[in-house]
């Protein structure tokens, strides 16, 4: 299936590793350019260097910090130097720390509005013009299975993953009629650095192994196995292709049936 993604262009954020990094080879892969950024300058580097190597497109790599509204606003300004325009965004940021009510401080609640929440509208901000001047757009917004079913322990992340979904939903509604598109993609738990250090984390309280917590993930999951960074990729590239013309407002798992509910 041709995904009429060459040539465009798309920007995706934190893409040096995880889910955004599996994304970025998968779009490159279809032919699209790349504006890629995330905080670590060189993990970025070489992760462009990576993909722009394997699949012969552009790729740029423009470290920043999304949290900060200047930063975000030069990635965006970079990329529309060099390449004219941003058909894509895919917007994406490390989860906010784990943590119930009462262990969750003032800062805590504030840093991770700014990372969860602030830099996806941001984002969104910056490139909706653009993509209403020429009648055409994708957005993406990488959130989580905790905007729809909570996460035991992870208060912030269900928290603002949530509002995230209702800003998506809610935009998608006014952008509709412009040929641009919103939508959410959800995954579950996927074999990435960041699953790894939760693992890590939550097993140190537990007092057994990362590797046996790592197990008792698996046995909430139907699939009864974590998901490959390049199945929740493969998805997320057909919601930003041309193919998905007609798919917005949506939230769309990926996470081998871990959600209970049935829509």
Sequence with gaps: MDLGLKNKVALVAAASRGLGKALAEELAAEGASLVLCARDSHTLDETAAAIAKSSNVPVLAVPADVTVRDDIKRVVDTGIERFGRIDILVTNAGGPPAGRFDQVTHEQWEAAIRLTLFSAIELTRQVLPGM??????????????????????????????????GFARTLANEVAAEGITVNNIMPGYTRTERLDELAQMMAEKQGISADEFRGKWEKEIPMARLAEPREFAAVATFLVSERASYITGTSVQVDGGWIKSLL
């Excluded at 990488?142 to 909570?150: E, F, L, R």
């Design 132 to 165: 209403k001047e020429r009648h055409w757009g994708r957005i993406l917004n990488i959130t989580s299975m905790a905007a729809k079913q909570p996460v035991e322990n992870l208060l912030l992340s269900n928290s603002l993953r949530a509002g995230l979904t």
